[in-house]
């Protein structure tokens, strides 16, 4: 069984917590930074410990607004 480090857990109750969520909706819960929740979230997809992961744009963010 892998073993989970601080980071990994504290994503992984952001996520038990608010499924589904936004990488910000995680960062906010977790404390964590942006960017570093998108890299535990891969981390834990590799460790077989997510089931899916989908990159979608966020809001405001979209190419064919306007």
Do not use: F, I, Q, Y
């Amino acid at each position: 069984m892998a073993r989970l480090n601080d980071e990994e857990k504290k994503v992984l109750l952001a996520l038990s917590e608010l499924e589904p969520a936004t990488l910000e909706e995680l960062a906010a819960r977790s404390g964590l930074e942006h960017a570093h929740v998108k890299s535990v979230l891969e981390g834990l997809a590799k460790k077989g410990l997510l089931d899916e992961l989908e990159e979608r744009d966020e809001p405001g963010t979209s190419s064919d607004e306007g």
